[in-house]
Structure formats: structure tokens, C-alpha cells
T-cell receptor
Framework: DTAVSQTPKYLVTQMGNDKSIKCEQN?????MYWYKQDSKKFLKIMFS???????INETVPNRFSPKSPDKAHLNLHINSLELGDSAVYFC?????????????FGQGTRLTVV | GDSVTQMEGPVTLSEEAFLTINCTYT??????LFWYVQYPGEGLQLLLK?????DKGSNKGFEATYRKETTSFHLEKGSVQVSDSAVYFC???????????FGQGTRLTINP
């Protein structure tokens, strides 16, 4: 069973479109995250949710809107896509929001905006 | 703010060579430290972690020791294999920060 699963794995779309990436975890964790990995492999947090409540919004443009319908799901909706949004987006979860616990990552969604 | 600096890659070694990937950090509190590994086309997997000074994390022959005096968490392995080829990320998390701060990643290639 996949612990943290994201769909789709690949997403190619035109500038200006709106798209969503879905994430689900079956680990029973309370905290979920979205990270962005740019073309140079640099990883940076975008959002963190704890029990469906937004904890961290790391100065991400408001075209990006996370939605957590329950604590097992954290979806990412992106409006008016731009070329610079091309990246790999990783969903992750951890059992607690404390810093000493590891995060479990999904396989990533490679978004290409053309 | 908190930050992590890793040695520049890429690193290319021969099988059975000794590996060191340097990692230093800056943090205002007392962070936990992690090494994650990303194999081609996959997500990140935790390789090892240490939560307090002088702790040593180890897994799959890899080791790293939390050195508070030098703010370092260098990754080492005595004898690398081709299957160790991947991108390695050093990361920290402050207890209250609720997020991981990553280094820039180091691409490691092991040749047979």
C-alpha cells in the first residue's frame, strides 16, 4: 500500500490554465505538507496543515490554494498557471507537527507549463 | 532564518570508495537534523536522523553525527555501491517550526 500518494504523476498544461494536484495519506498522520522542487533540485515548503488547519503559508502566490477536506487529504489547486510554476511538487505527511519527527513524501507531481 | 548548506555536487566515486557529503546548518533553536535520499524518479525517503547534540544517526551503512560545536551533520559511508547513486539532501527542523528546511542537494554517482 502506498503511504502518501499523489495524482497525477505528470501534468503538462498551457499557461493561464487552472489545475489541481491531489494527495492522500493512509498513515493516520495529523500533519500534511506541500513542497516545491525547482529545476535545480532545491526543495522549499509551500504549505503545512495540521488536522485540516493551515499552519504554514510560506509566502506562496495566492494563485496557489491548498484544500484539506479531511486530515488524510491535502489537495493543491493552482489558478492562472505561469511558466515559472513548472516544477516538481511533493506532498508529505508526518505524525506530529513537532520538528523531530520525520516526514513521509509522495512520489511527486512533475508540472510542466508550456 | 534557519538554513542548511551542503557541499556542491555532483560527486562521482568508484564502487567501494569512502563517501563524505558535508552539511552545515544555521538555526536559532535546537533543531533536529535529517538526511533524505531521492532515487531517480522517486520521492524523498528518510535515510537517517539525529535529534540532539552528539547523537549519531545510521542506516544502510550511512552515518552522520550531530555536532553542535561545529553546527555540522556530515554524511559518511565506508564503502559505496552503485545502488547508492542518488541525490542526497540534508535538512533541519526546529521543534517549533513545523517544517523541514533543506540544503540544495548533492547528486552522487557511483561507477562500477
Amino acid at each position: 500500500d502506498t503511504a502518501v500518494s499523489q495524482t497525477p504523476k505528470y501534468l503538462v498544461t498551457q499557461m493561464g490554465n487552472d489545475k489541481s494536484i491531489k494527495c492522500e495519506q493512509n498513515l493516520g498522520h495529523d500533519t500534511m505538507y506541500w513542497y516545491k522542487q525547482d529545476s535545480k533540485k532545491f526543495l522549499k515548503i509551500m504549505f503545512s496543515y495540521n488536522n485540516k488547519e493551515l499552519i504554514i503559508n510560506e509566502t506562496v502566490p495566492n494563485r496557489f490554494s491548498p484544500k484539506s477536506p479531511d486530515k488524510a487529504h491535502l489537495n493543491l489547486h493552482i489558478n492562472s498557471l505561469e511558466l515559472g510554476d513548472s516544477a516538481v511538487y511533493f506532498c508529505a505527511s508526518s505524525p506530529k507537527s513537532r520538528g523531530d519527527t520525520e516526514a513521509f513524501f509522495g512520489q511527486g507531481t512533475r508540472l510542466t507549463v508550456v | 532564518g534557519d538554513s542548511v548548506t551542503q557541499m556542491e555536487g555532483p560527486v562521482t566515486l568508484s564502487e567501494e570508495a569512502f563517501l563524505t557529503i558535508n552539511c552545515t546548518y544555521t538555526a536559532t533553536g535546537y533543531p533536529s537534523l535529517f538526511w533524505y535520499v531521492q532515487y531517480p524518479g522517486e520521492g524523498l525517503q528518510l535515510l537517517l536522523k539525529a535529534t540532539k547534540a552528539d547523537d549519531k544517526g545510521s542506516n544502510k551503512g550511512f552515518e552522520a553525527t550531530y555536532r553542535k560545536e561545529t553546527t555540522s551533520f556530515h554524511l559518511e559511508k565506508g564503502s559505496v555501491q552503485v545502488s547508492d547513486s542518488a541525490v542526497y539532501f540534508c535538512a533541519l527542523s526546529d521543534r517549533g517550526a513545523q517544517k523541514l528546511v533543506f540544503g540544495q542537494g548533492t547528486r552522487l554517482t557511483i561507477n562500477p
